[in-house]
């Protein structure tokens, strides 16, 4: 059974940073992308970041670009979210997702519960 | 923004047939596979649709896919009750290099 378990959200000032983690199980994790994608309270779904297998590809969303890393541990079966230089419009659950395949373009099969990030002073 | 646009809204009375459109363009739907997802209220999202048209295991074949140009759609034929749902296309874009979402359609059960 596939699961993924989100941490390390939580209230942080503006200008902070923050790591989020995602344990996975249940799958051959370096076989698989990663991604994260997060919904503003009240607001719909955006993809943020997505991760080869190898972690060699990364992708990022305008919005983070320059501000979030992701990352990967493939020993661990864990991926990294690095979020520098918060704003307001960060606050958002945070979900980390599996892709369906090697490389994120073919979108993500299985989600985690999520993590709240909340950016205010 | 998102590259790809639905309908606010959707809703019909149980038993009938709800169509939910997915418009992009040839970067985004033109060029790859549309995927479809189905969030409750108060939980994650889940895989309701991929490849266009193909079901994961567990999912109803009430639930169908379709994709004609830049467009894609969701069909749920014998609406039920627990359908009631916000529901999201999604597709890689080839010019933003980046996975897209759509706006979201919440479909109202009445």
């Known amino acids: 059974e596939v699961q993924l378990l989100e941490s390390g959200g939580g209230l942080v000032q503006p200008g902070g940073s923050l790591r989020l983690s995602c344990a996975a199980s249940?799958?051959?994790?370096?076989?698989?992308?990663m991604s994260w994608v997060r919904q503003a309270p009240g607001k719909g779904l955006e993809w943020v970041s997505g991760?080869?297998?190898?972690?060699?590809?990364?992708y990022y969303a305008d919005s983070v670009k320059g501000r979030f890393t992701i990352s990967r541990d493939n020993s661990k079966n864990t991926v990294y979210l690095q979020m520098n230089s918060l704003r307001a419009e960060d606050t958002a659950v945070y979900y980390c997702?599996?892709?369906?395949?090697?490389?994120?373009?073919?979108?993500?099969?299985?989600w985690g519960q999520g993590t709240l990030v909340t950016v205010a002073s | 923004q998102s590259v790809l646009t639905q309908p606010p809204s959707a809703s019909g009375t149980p038993g009938q047939r709800v169509t939910i459109s997915c418009s992009g363009s040839?970067?985004?739907?033109?060029?790859?596979?549309v995927n479809w997802y189905q969030q409750l209220a108060g939980t994650a999202p889940k895989l309701l649709m991929y490849?266009?048209?193909q079901r994961p295991s567990g999912v109803p074949d009430r639930f169908s896919g379709s994709k004609s140009g830049t467009s894609a759609s969701l069909a749920i034929s014998g609406l039920q009750s627990e359908d009631e749902a916000d529901y999201y296309c999604?597709?890689?874009?080839?010019?933003?290099?980046?996975?897209?979402f759509g706006t979201g359609t919440k479909v109202t059960v009445l």
């Open positions: 040839t970067s985004n739907i033109g060029s790859n596979t």
């Open positions: 991760s080869s297998g190898s972690g060699t590809t990364t």
């Open positions: 999604g597709t890689w874009d080839d010019s933003l290099s980046a996975y897209a």
């Open positions: 490849g266009n048209n």
């Open positions: 997702a599996k892709g369906r395949f090697y490389y994120d373009s073919a979108g993500s099969d299985y």
């Open positions: 249940g799958f051959t994790f370096s076989s698989h992308a």
